[in-house]
T-cell receptor, first 112, second 110 residues
Framework: EAGVTQSPTHLIKTRGQQATLRCSPI?????VYWYQQALGLGLQFLLW???????NRGNFPPRFSGRQFPNYSSELNVNALELEDSALYLC???????????FGPGTRLTVT | KQEVTQIPAALSVPEGENLVLNCSFT??????LQWFRQDPGKGLTSLLL?????REQTSGRLNASLDKSSGRSTLYIAASQPGDSATYLC?????????FGTGTSLTVIP
């Protein structure tokens, strides 16, 4: 069974640009979660999607947004990139809300 | 606001030792707690999930316990091996938010 996949592996953008990160959950999983892991800050919860709806978001500005598609894959968009957005962005999926979360390998975003 | 703490931040043990990693949380109203390991530069690997109604979960050499009333969870690793070297993270679902500890970096010395 394929795990959670994320693309691209690495992304380099300049300040002010937009970044789009993609996540495909494990087959059969309907919940997708996005996290940011910045150096020295630990994992911070960003967004949670379930059955195509945004269920909740963490303490991040509105320029962090996303969506979940009918096939349950998800996209994270970061607009007006700032240097401090440089981080590892991790996506996770679970069968349903409250079930075990399985993580993808992450997308490393570097903003110069 | 929920806060999750893991102490110690780093731990070094000789191979074969049994060890305990600690996770504390400030709000006992949690839905579940999950333990992960993270290898350098990689994503997270799920180890154990404990629902709020459970007291412990076991998988192979790993045993995780949960005491909601005291806001604590422990991860017990039996007969540690060099391959266990990684950062161990705990995470709680509280309300509709997910909170992670900053992890314990474990080194098992051959």
């Amino acid at each position: 069974e394929a795990g959670v996949t994320q693309s691209p592996t690495h992304l380099i953008k300049t300040r002010g640009q937009q970044a789009t990160l993609r996540c495909s959950p494990i087959s059969g999983h309907t919940s997708v979660y996005w996290y940011q892991q910045a150096l020295g800050l630990g994992l911070q919860f960003l967004l949670w999607y379930d059955e195509g709806e945004e269920r909740n978001r963490g303490n991040f500005p509105p320029r962090f947004s996303g969506r979940q598609f009918p096939n349950y894959s998800s996209e994270l968009n970061v607009n007006a990139l700032e240097l401090e957005d440089s981080a590892l962005y991790l996506c996770a999926s679970s069968f349903r809300t409250g079930y075990e979360q399985y993580f993808g390998p992450g997308t490393r975003l570097t903003v110069t | 606001k929920q806060e999750v703490t893991q102490i110690p931040a780093a731990l070094s043990v000789p191979e074969g030792e049994n060890l305990v990693l600690n996770c504390s949380f400030t709000d006992s109203a949690i839905y579940n707690l999950q333990w992960f390991r993270q290898d350098p530069g990689k994503g997270l690997t799920s180890l154990l999930l404990i629902q709020s109604s459970q007291r412990e979960q076991t998988s192979g050499r790993l045993n995780a316990s949960l005491d909601k009333s005291s806001g604590r969870s422990t991860l017990y690793i039996a007969a540690s091996q060099p391959g266990d070297s990684a950062t161990y993270l705990c995470a709680v679902k509280s309300g509709n938010q997910f909170y992670f500890g900053t992890g314990t970096s474990l080194t098992v010395i051959p």
